[in-house]
């Protein structure tokens, strides 16, 4: 029996029945007794996912080195094939999006390739809610060229910890001495969605590259990075793209920067037929495929070209469309289900600010995540008192968000349910 409201589990009954993306969860799997809502750290296994693989290691098997020129899809074509769709998905023309690397190497690829300290502008503008290794990676990027990595890092301050405010990031951007700024997209912990077209206008009207992390919003929204202006972009795909535990990242590279040294230099920097011709140093820096460095991952590359084709099949529009109305009925549910449980709403309200998943505060978050993952319910909890609730418009139903509402609620009634009150709880 759920303790939710029969209009409001109605109401999930009904988004389902129209929900025209609903037929897309039969290509994941879905395991008995787990209520899976965490498309925002690691996305389902799709079917076509774990065929993609393992076609790729029966031609590992069977074809042996081969397999780089005569698999089904020759392993050699897989990174343009695969960085096209990615151009697609992210609002860029093909040779402007490629697969390589990790997300954080992405980054340390794009500030060696662009950060360019010259003329008084030395510093790279980030804020304070950054995701740990973006901070890590422009701090040792600094100090790697040899500058303070604590008084050229300009970081923008939250007001109230969880959000940032555009306008105080666009005053940050009249320190004259910022060459670059680095944002993300979504903010991890709160769900923020910034203004990207906005900051990207206001970065260039002062002479300011930009960039962005879109870890959080790659895969759940469309994005439209050419025709917006955006510098460079850089993200990973095992998130709401679904390719699987540290698939391969992704980049960003807006033409105007193209023909550029990369950075962090390879021999697929070069064209092809140019990766073995001797000691001449990088024959042609093209467009965004020069940036991937050395050998495609293939194996990790594989889960996603399975993955790749669903999110087209379903387009961003669509996958937006369903992901708001998701959020919202988590939102509705949680302002109007759950009065006076101690629980507040960390992620703005306005869509237009939401990214793809619902973040709230709860003081005793860590046990409440503990508890609820027990249960079945796959959500996760970030230091010290907030937990994220990541609905997959692809692969989950309303009826999922429902679920784990109740839950919350009945965890949150029940006396001595968050029993380890008190004590310092095991980060789940
Ligand atoms: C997930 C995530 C990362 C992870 O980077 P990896 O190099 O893939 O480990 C980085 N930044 C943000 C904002 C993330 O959400």
Redesign the pocket.
């Known amino acids: 029996m759920s303790l939710l409201s029969e209009s409001f589990l109605q109401r999930a009954n009904n988004a389902d029945a129209v929900d025209p993306l609903a037929p897309l969860a039969e290509k994941f799997y879905r395991r008995e007794g787990v209520n899976y809502l965490l498309g925002n750290s690691l996305g389902p296994l799709s079917k076509a996912s774990e065929s993609s693989l393992l076609r790729v290691i029966e031609e590992w098997k069977t074809l042996g080195v081969r397999g780089w020129e005569a698999g089904a899809e020759p392993w050699f074509i897989w990174t343009e094939k695969l960085s096209a769709q990615i151009a697609q998905i992210v609002g860029a023309a093909p040779e402007e999006a490629v697969l390589a690397n990790?997300?954080?190497?992405n980054l340390h690829q794009l500030l060696g390739t662009l950060f360019k300290p010259a003329g008084g502008r030395q510093k790279i503008l980030t804020h304070e809610l950054t995701?740990p290794?973006?901070r890590y990676a422009l701090q040792g990027h600094l100090g790697m060229r040899g500058l303070d990595p604590v008084k050229n890092l300009v970081t923008v301050s939250s007001e109230d910890g969880l959000t940032l405010d555009e306008d105080v990031i666009i005053e940050s951007m009249s320190d004259r001495e910022v060459q670059m700024a680095v944002l993300?997209s979504v903010l991890?912990r709160s769900g923020q969605l910034l203004d990207l077209p906005l900051l990207t206008e206001a970065a260039h009207e002062r002479g300011i590259l930009i960039g962005f992390?879109l870890?959080?919003s790659v895969g759940v929204m469309p994005h439209q990075l050419s025709e917006w202006g955006v510098d460079f972009a850089f993200f990973?795909t095992?998130?709401f793209l679904n390719g699987g535990p540290g698939s391969v990242?992704g980049i960003y590279l807006n033409k105007r920067h193209f023909g550029k040294a990369p950075g962090l230099a390879g021999w697929f920097s070069a064209a092809p037929e140019k990766r073995f011709t001797g000691h001449e140093f990088l024959p042609d820096c093209g467009n965004a495929l020069a940036l991937q460095t050395g050998t495609p991952a293939i194996l990790s590359l594989a889960p996603l070209e399975g993955a790749l084709g669903i999110t087209l099949e379903a387009g961003l529009e669509g996958i937006r469309e369903k992901s708001l109305k998701m959020t919202q009925f988590l939102i509705d549910g949680l302002q109007n289900e759950m009065k006076g449980l101690g629980v507040a709403i960390a992620t703005p309200l306005e869509p237009e600010r939401r990214g793809g998943h619902v973040a709230i505060l709860h003081d005793d978050a860590a046990n409440l995540a503990k508890v609820l993952r027990e249960s079945g319910v796959i959500v996760d909890f970030r230091a010290p008192n907030l937990i994220r609730i990541a609905p997959s418009p692809l692969f989950n139903r309303f009826v999922d968000c429902a679920s784990a509402l109740g839950q919350i609620k009945k965890i949150l009634t029940t006396e001595g349910c968050l029993g380890l009150q008190g004590e310092t709880a095991l980060v789940p």
């Open positions: 990790s997300l954080t190497v995701f290794s973006d993300p991890y992390d870890a959080h990973c095992y998130k990242g």
